[in-house]
């Protein structure tokens, strides 16, 4: 079992930033490919960014891209993800996952663990 457990959400203009941690404990977190997604009201669970077991791979949804950063240390068993200049369709809540297989995925069927998600509110 691995616990996942994200900070840092919260309300912002727009044009700001914010910067989301995701804290693992439970299994060894480097054997685990991470990911963060979000859902808005309404829509299906999408797709942001992932990184691999050893942070050097990196991807993003189109629609982040050049915005948010994801980044991981594996010696504080924490994934990151930097948000900048914020639009207000980012409004979302923010899950990140884990993944044992398949680094990259843009599936949340690969992702066998989940956070309980936090509120990231971008007003306009």
């Known amino acids: 079992q691995v616990q996942l457990v994200e900070s840092g959400g919260g309300l912002v203009q727009a044009g700001g930033s914010l910067r989301l941690s995701c804290a693992a404990s439970?299994?060894?977190?480097?054997?685990?490919?991470m990911g963060w997604f979000r859902q808005a009201p309404g829509k299906e669970r999408e797709f942001v960014a992932a990184?691999?077991?050893?942070?050097?791979?990196?991807y993003y949804a189109d629609s982040v891209k050049g915005r948010f950063t994801i980044s991981r240390d594996n010696a504080k068993n924490t994934v990151y993800l930097q948000m900048n200049s914020l639009k207000p369709e980012d409004t979302a809540i923010h899950y990140c996952?884990?993944?044992?297989?398949?680094?990259?995925?843009?599936?949340?069927?690969?992702?066998?663990?989940w956070g309980q998600g936090t509120q990231v509110t971008v007003s306009s």
């Open positions: 996952a884990a993944s044992p297989l398949v680094a990259g995925s843009r599936s949340t069927a690969d992702y066998v663990y």
């Open positions: 439970g299994r060894t977190f480097s054997n685990y490919a």
């Open positions: 990184i691999n077991h050893s942070g050097g791979a990196t």
